[in-house]
């Protein structure tokens, strides 16, 4: 049994080595423990940090990509050298790095695939009660969109079995935390999560310049998730809205016609037609949309088998090499 902690990293340098110090280098039930960092086109000296600390692996980027896709390329290069669970963290040391041998104990014992820390939000002293109100907020949406009971969603520190791992896939640019449990839930995926502690902060956050992006973005997060994996739903409900304000506005018309009073209204008859024709044509789109989503479902399938006899290969050159 092979773990792999990942870490990514945007000029990190001066907290790196502390996150990588506090790593576990021993876990009962796993036989071998390596670290990988994902270098998003750092400028200063992390990876020269990461290679004299020991990093196992480093995966690095001409020019920074973002943390949803250094986050997928970690689990490629983590796929690609054995793993069999993998680990993601922070760079500068959020985590409890003791509270890995905690947080993989769901997947060593075959009760789930994926696993989120959850941090003590409310205890969490640099979080300001807005945020505390925003995480809480957010974790209640990705609930009600994915239909899991995660109780801490943007939490970055988690793990992922092997076949987890292989099934992920991240379309947005921002970060990978809120899409991968939006999608682990809606494709029935084995996801819990158990608590977890924090360290003191070390550097401000660099994932949002201000908390108004971080609204925006996560909104716009969940929402596109949203919309890939329930499109029907999604445009049915948005149709359902559109043509209910035109039949009202039809209604009115009609009162007015009744009364003999409908000279004037003809603009409530064009608008109502208009509206209703909207929302019919939204629900079109909505089945469009879902016959897409189920094509998707299907892409996915394929990539996952693909993927396993992609990473098979690999793991047969590897171990021919080590041979060697």
Same mark, same amino acid.
């Given at each position: 049994?092979?773990?792999?902690?990942? #870490?990514?990293?945007?000029?990190?340098?001066?907290?790196?080595?502390?996150?990588?110090?506090?790593? %576990?280098?021993?876990?009962?039930?796993?036989?071998k423990i390596e670290y990988l960092i994902i270098n998003d086109g750092s400028r200063d000296n992390t990876v020269q940090v990461a290679r004299e600390w020991g990093v196992h692996h480093i995966v690095s980027f001409k020019k920074n990509k973002g943390l949803a896709k250094g986050f997928i390329a970690g689990l490629d290069a983590c796929l690609r050298n054995g793993a069999d669970i993998i680990v993601n963290?922070?760079?500068?040391?959020?985590?409890?790095?003791?509270?890995?041998?905690?947080?993989?104990?769901? #997947?060593?014992?075959?009760? &789930?695939?994926?696993?989120?820390?959850? +941090?003590?939000?409310?205890?969490?002293?640099? $979080?300001?009660?807005?945020?505390?109100?925003?995480?809480?907020?957010?974790?209640?949406?990705?609930?009600?969109?994915?239909?899991?009971?995660?109780?801490? &969603?943007?939490?970055?520190?988690?793990?992922?079995?092997?076949?987890?791992?292989?099934?992920?896939?991240?379309?947005?640019?921002?970060?990978?935390?809120?899409?991968?449990?939006?999608?682990?839930?809606?494709?029935?995926?084995?996801?819990? /999560?158990? %608590?977890?502690?924090?360290? @003191?902060?070390?550097?401000?956050?660099?994932?949002?310049?201000?908390?108004?992006?971080?609204?925006?973005? /996560?909104?716009?997060?969940?929402?596109? &998730? $949203?919309?890939?994996?329930?499109?029907?739903?999604?445009?049915?409900?948005?149709?359902?809205?559109?043509?209910?304000?035109?039949?009202?506005?039809?209604? +009115?018309?009609?009162?007015?016609?009744?009364?003999?009073?409908?000279?004037?209204?003809?603009?409530?008859? #064009?608008?109502?037609?208009?509206?209703?024709?909207?929302?019919?044509?939204?629900?079109?789109?909505?089945?469009?949309?879902?016959?897409? &989503?189920?094509? +998707?479902?299907?892409?996915?399938?394929?990539?996952? +088998?693909?993927?396993?006899?992609?990473?098979?290969?690999? @793991?047969?050159?590897?171990?021919?090499?080590? @041979?060697?």
């Open positions: 049994m092979k773990l792999i902690i990942q #870490i990514p990293c945007y000029n990190e340098e001066e907290t790196l080595k502390i996150a990588l110090n506090d790593l %576990p280098k021993q876990i009962d039930g796993v036989d963290t922070d760079a500068d040391n959020q985590y409890c790095g003791e509270d890995i041998e905690k947080l993989i104990q769901p #997947i060593l014992h075959g009760q &789930a695939d994926m696993v989120i820390g959850e +941090r003590p939000i409310d205890q969490t002293e640099h $979080f300001s009660p807005l945020k505390k109100k925003l995480q809480h907020f957010g974790s209640w949406v990705v609930r009600k969109a994915s239909k899991t009971d995660i109780p801490d &969603a943007p939490s970055g520190f988690r793990a992922y079995s092997r076949e987890a791992a292989m099934r992920m896939n991240v379309v947005n640019e921002y970060t990978y935390t809120l899409e991968t449990i939006v999608q682990a839930g809606r494709n029935k995926m084995a996801i819990t /999560s158990v %608590p977890i502690r924090t360290n @003191e902060e070390l550097r401000p956050s660099r994932l949002f310049s201000s908390m108004f992006g971080y609204i925006k973005k /996560s909104v716009l997060t969940i929402f596109r &998730a $949203f919309l890939m994996y329930r499109p029907l739903i999604c445009f049915t409900l948005i149709g359902s809205i559109v043509f209910l304000v035109g039949f009202a506005v039809g209604v +009115r018309f009609l009162y007015f016609m009744f009364i003999g009073d409908s000279a004037g209204h003809i603009q409530s008859l #064009i608008l109502s037609s208009t509206l209703m024709l909207c929302g019919v044509s939204t629900f079109i789109v909505g089945l469009q949309a879902d016959i897409i &989503a189920a094509n +998707r479902k299907l892409l996915e399938d394929i990539q996952y +088998r693909v993927k396993r006899l992609d990473y098979a290969q690999s @793991e047969l050159e590897r171990k021919k090499t080590e @041979e060697e």
